[in-house]
């Protein structure tokens, strides 16, 4: 529907670039009036009531990855379904059976170190599941996954990765690459400080 006549005439007389312009600012709205505030407001509290949801399910997996024995590096993981419930946990340890004292925690000797037998957090989180499939899934893990990891994070099928922590080495940069290609996001959540207090 054309806009009234007395309207053409004012438009119309505008340089061609000012013309859309000038309907772009009919059309704005104005965040001012209580209405539009009201919509801001809603989804400023519920993007906030995001942000505390996974920092929950980020400290659920900070408090699982105080169960790993790796001296050096102790990592999470915590998988929710689609309601938001807990279906699976994990922790970087050696396998069922693999004794710590007998394997070496250490990582010095190439022949002979903790990366040869861990299993990663991620995957044990993805053995341990209580339900059928990870389809759909949210993974919330400490730190940023490895390429291996990634492998078996999307073969399962899960919808999104929160993370804390990430490192600059090549499993995890080749692994954001397959992430992206997979167009499987991830996402990097800041913890205020005091989040990690559990209080016992
Ligand atoms: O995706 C991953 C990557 C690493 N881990 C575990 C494996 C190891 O136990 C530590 C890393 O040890 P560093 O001494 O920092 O190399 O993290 C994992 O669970 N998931
Ligand atoms: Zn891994």
């Given at each position: 529907m054309s806009p009234p006549t007395n309207e053409i005439s004012?438009?119309?007389?505008?340089p061609q670039h000012l013309?859309?312009?000038?309907?772009?600012?009919?059309?704005?709205?104005?965040?001012?009036?209580?209405?539009?505030?009201?919509?801001?407001?809603?989804?400023?509290?519920k993007a906030e009531n995001q942000l505390e949801k996974h920092q929950r399910f980020l400290r659920m997996a900070k408090v699982t990855s105080l169960r790993s024995k790796d001296?050096?590096?102790?990592?999470?993981?915590?998988?929710?379904d689609k309601e938001n419930c807990i279906v699976?946990?994990?922790?970087?340890?050696?396998p069922i059976g693999v004794d710590d004292d007998v394997f070496r925690w250490d990582k010095e000797d190439p022949e002979d170190n903790k990366h040869l037998y861990v299993v990663h957090a991620e995957m044990n989180a993805i053995i341990?599941?209580?339900?059928?499939?990870?389809?759909?899934?949210?993974?919330?893990?400490?730190?940023?996954?490895?390429?291996?990891?990634?492998?078996?994070?999307?073969?399962?099928?899960?919808?999104?990765?929160y993370f804390l922590e990430?490192?600059?080495?090549?499993?995890?940069?080749?692994?954001?690459?397959?992430?992206?290609h997979a167009k499987l996001p991830y996402e990097q959540i800041v913890m205020p400080r005091g989040k990690y207090v559990i209080e016992c």
């Amino acid at each position: 529907m054309s806009p009234p006549t007395n309207e053409i005439s004012e438009i119309s007389d505008l340089p061609q670039h000012l013309q859309l312009e000038n309907r772009l600012e009919k059309l704005y709205i104005n965040p001012n009036s209580s209405t539009n505030q009201q919509l801001i407001d809603e989804d400023a509290r519920k993007a906030e009531n995001q942000l505390e949801k996974h920092q929950r399910f980020l400290r659920m997996a900070k408090v699982t990855s105080l169960r790993s024995k790796d001296p050096n590096t102790q990592v999470g993981c915590v998988i929710v379904d689609k309601e938001n419930c807990i279906v699976s946990v994990g922790y970087n340890g050696f396998p069922i059976g693999v004794d710590d004292d007998v394997f070496r925690w250490d990582k010095e000797d190439p022949e002979d170190n903790k990366h040869l037998y861990v299993v990663h957090a991620e995957m044990n989180a993805i053995i341990n599941k209580r339900c059928a499939t990870l389809h759909d899934c949210t993974v919330y893990v400490t730190l940023f996954p490895c390429n291996k990891c990634a492998q078996m994070l999307i073969q399962s099928r899960v919808k999104k990765v929160y993370f804390l922590e990430d490192r600059d080495e090549l499993p995890f940069r080749a692994s954001k690459k397959m992430l992206e290609h997979a167009k499987l996001p991830y996402e990097q959540i800041v913890m205020p400080r005091g989040k990690y207090v559990i209080e016992c």
